[in-house]
């Protein structure tokens, strides 16, 4: 599958996001500790908001480990929401337009999971999308067909509701196919201003999802912890899996359940699918 995390607060370097925590993004990418493969060596993405509201994007189809590119893009761009993603294709092409995050406006959206027996269902889903969207469409991954679907159910204006949509309209359209479990899913998306993100699965066997802590808690527990003393106190990460080994920096969010990050605020919500 993947790993991704997204990171709101105070500005930071990429470097510090991706490269120096002890199981940093790019350290998943060859030795992941809970992902389905150890390996996730299919390209990778980094979006970031700077002076505009539209993110900016970089992909690449290197292996995270591999990309000098990142390594200097990382050492001297900071920014104070990151969305960054490392691939594990389910079947689709190693190619930049495949690769997470996917960017629509000023919305961003990444994917770790696989829609079941994608090829069965491709065509229903595209065909549900909104036409005006529909050319907007780069890739052939299942990830960026979601997000889409996500869009035409009115993403932009509420979120945790267009993607429970979204879900359901993709496992009613997997089970009319003989598909048992039609999604498996951590998915996170952002206008800029607020972080969402979702672990649900058909199954109930979600892929893993953990938040982090409140900063200043942290702070008062690892005095020595250089990291942490750059950070502001509405600082905050949701990732695939922890970062590091600090007890108490690491929370895993609950199967089926919504969690939105706000001025480092975190609300969890029960998530379910809904027909539209």
Known sequence: MCRWLAYSGSPVPLDDLLYKPANSLVMQGKHARMGVETTNGDGFGVGWYGATPIPGVFHSTEPVWHDRNLRELAEHASASRVFAHIRATTGTAVQQTNCHPFRHGRWLWMHNGALSDFLKVKRDLAMAVEPGLYPEIEGSTDSELFFYLALTFGLEQDPRAAVSEAVGFIEDTGRRHGIEHPIQMTVATTDGDTTWAFRYSSEGKSRSLFHSTDVATLRAQY????????????????VSEPLGDLRGAWVEVPDAMCVVVHEGEEELHPFAPSSS
């Open 223 to 238: 005095p020595e912890n250089p990291l942490l003393h750059g950070l502001s106190d509405e600082s905050r990460l949701v």
